[in-house]
């Protein structure tokens, strides 16, 4: 039985519950549809409370999964009463136990449940570190090969908290190359017979994974939030934000206003806030992102690197940041590492660089006056607790299978 149907954004085609990732007849987003339209909680860990709205059938027993806390000591820095934080990472004081420290662990538990059941083979995905690592350590639970393509500069975020399975590929590239050229190579792989690509913002699962810190954040404060901050590399993030407020809103308990998207990309490598600035809904390459692989290069949090986000097409972040008046940042390296510092000796948890992005956008907002001192803040630190995991577990680093020069290799000479 049917939990859910897909639906195209643009031209209302509908599909039933499978592992899709366009519409056959334009390019837009697919949208989950659930028959359950109140979100009821289940006795389970981690996400797996919230089954009412992910696209897979079997409940999920990971006890991995977002919480939300009321933050004291930033919020008095910063002269917030209703500040709450959203954490994705390893705190196990707080119950969080992300064991991968990343948000992106969300995305691959439903994801790999999904291709399960689809009764897909082997998944094919790009990294460029935190999202590799999150489906690393999901194959390594379920025995469900996935091969994962990540630039060079990639390769030290590839660690797991167990030893990795013969279920892990990794391939990786020469210095020089980036996420895109990540992106085009795990795009060819994905064609092989057998191989199902994740997908990215396309892929339901994934959003829906993401959606929970919302849903968690909702649950916990008793209704939305007024503003949402995160920092954003494709979008999907903000999107997934936005789709479970649409939700909540219908669901009727959790209030009627939708969470204002406050999103920050860093400098120098910002095109969705270049793109936005202007009021376009197209990003432009040679005015949003000239010189995209130097600027790339000088990027402190690189996972936020990406050169064709789901930013322009119908049901994706200009949408949601239209949907919801929403804003844009742009944050300096300088500015990210000084709020990564005030983050971290105010609350207590060490935190990844795009975290400290997000914290920064927020004490820009508070400087700009974009918040009121009695908003309801949703702080959404994607990733976090990598230092106070170390404490408690032995990591290991997954080596690559193949190191190739560039994404037009001869596939064969990948030995899959």
């Known amino acids: 039985m049917g939990r859910f149907i897909l639906k195209c954004l643009k031209c209302g085609r509908e599909y039933g519950q499978e592992y899709r990732l366009t519409c056959e007849d334009d390019n837009s987003l697919l949208r989950a549809e659930y028959f359950e339209k109140r979100l009821e909680l289940r006795d389970q860990p981690g996400i797996g409370r919230f089954h009412s709205w992910l696209p897979v059938q ?157 849903l968690d954040a909702a649950v916990t404060i008793g209704k939305m939030p007024d503003h949402y901050f995160q920092a954003v590399g494709s979008g999907t993030g903000g999107i997934s934000a936005w789709e479970a407020a649409l939700r909540l809103r219908d669901d009727g308990r959790f209030g009627s206003g939708l969470p204002k998207l406050q999103l920050a990309q860093n400098l120098p490598f910002v095109p969705m806030y270049s793109a936005w600035q202007a009021g376009r809904r197209e990003i432009i390459p040679e005015i949003d992102m000239k010189d995209a692989k130097k600027q790339i290069e000088e990027t402190y949090a690189t996972v936020l690197t990406n050169r064709a986000p789901p930013y322009s097409v119908i049901g994706g972040l200009y949408d949601a940041l239209v949907d919801t008046d929403g804003i844009m940042y742009a944050v300096t390296k300088e500015e990210a590492l000084e709020a990564k510092a005030l983050f971290e000796s105010l609350e207590g948890i060490d935190i990844l660089p795009p975290s400290a992005v997000a914290v920064a956008s927020l004490l820009k907002a508070v400087e700009a006056g974009n918040v009121g001192k009695d908003d309801t803040i949703l702080l959404n630190i994607a990733g976090g607790g990598f230092k106070r995991l170390k404490e408690d577990i032995t990591l290991f680093q997954v080596e690559p299978e193949v190191t190739v020069r560039d994404s037009d290799v001869p596939l064969e000479d990948l030995k899959i």
């Open 58 to 214: 079997e409940e999920l027993t990971t006890e991995a999964g977002p919480i939300t806390y009321k933050s004291e000591a930033l919020a008095k820095e910063l002269g917030l009463s209703n500040l709450y934080i959203g954490f994705s990472g390893y705190w196990p004081e707080k119950g969080a136990f992300i064991k991968t420290c990343s948000f992106k662990e969300l995305e691959a538990h439903p994801t790999m449940q999904l291709l399960k059941e689809s009764r897909g083979k082997a998944i094919v995905l790009a990294s460029a570190g935190n999202t590799g690592r999150a489906f690393a350590h999901t194959s390594a639970l379920t025995g469900i090969d996935v091969y994962i393509v990540v630039p060079d500069s990639g390769i030290p975020k590839l660690w797991l908290p167990e030893e990795p399975t013969d279920s892990i590929h990794l391939i990786s590239m020469t210095p020089g190359n980036d996420y895109t050229d990540a992106i085009n190579l795990a795009g060819r792989i994905a064609k092989l017979p057998g191989m199902v690509p994740e997908g990215g913002a396309r892929n339901v699962a994934r959003r829906e994974g993401m959606g929970t810190v919302m």
